[in-house]
């Protein structure tokens, strides 16, 4: 069983920054195959997927975050982080760590990504208030 733990969120002014860390219960292992990623959701909406690496270190963004945030992972492979700058009121969600361990082959890499059901472990949320 695998345990995600998000931190860092808060109330913040349009234009600010935050760093969220998703804390990882385990090491996967070099060898693992997995995906990690970032979702939100805004009250009233759906749940969207906004940021994703995978076991080789390749990212991927939505349209509306791309050179805003930034994911990255510790070189212990024990945390996800994801750096928001330049924070909009659109920005205002819940946060989720999400984490998809075990195989996975390129079309679900390219295609379902965004996929709530192509992960298998998240997280509890953190809260990201971005004020006008």
């Known amino acids: 069983q695998v345990q995600l733990v998000e931190s860092g969120g808060g109330s913040v002014q349009a234009g600010g920054s935050l760093r969220l860390s998703c804390e990882v219960s385990r090491y996967f292992g070099s060898s693992s195959s997995y995906i990690l990623a970032w979702f939100r959701q805004a009250p009233g909406k759906e749940r969207e997927g906004v940021a994703a690496?995978?076991?080789?270190?390749?990212?991927n963004y939505v349209d509306s975050v791309k050179g805003r945030f930034t994911i990255s992972q510790d070189n212990a492979k024990i945390t996800l982080f994801l750096q928001m700058n330049s924070l909009k009121p659109d920005d205002t969600a819940m946060y989720y760590c999400?984490?998809?361990?075990?195989?996975?082959?390129?079309?679900?890499?390219?295609?379902?990504?965004?996929?709530?059901?192509?992960?298998?472990?998240w997280g509890q949320g953190t809260q990201v208030t971005v004020s006008s």
């Open positions: 999400a984490a998809r361990i075990g195989y996975y082959n390129d079309y679900m890499w390219r295609n379902l990504r965004w996929e709530r059901s192509t992960y298998n472990y």
């Open positions: 690496m995978n076991n080789d270190g390749t990212t």
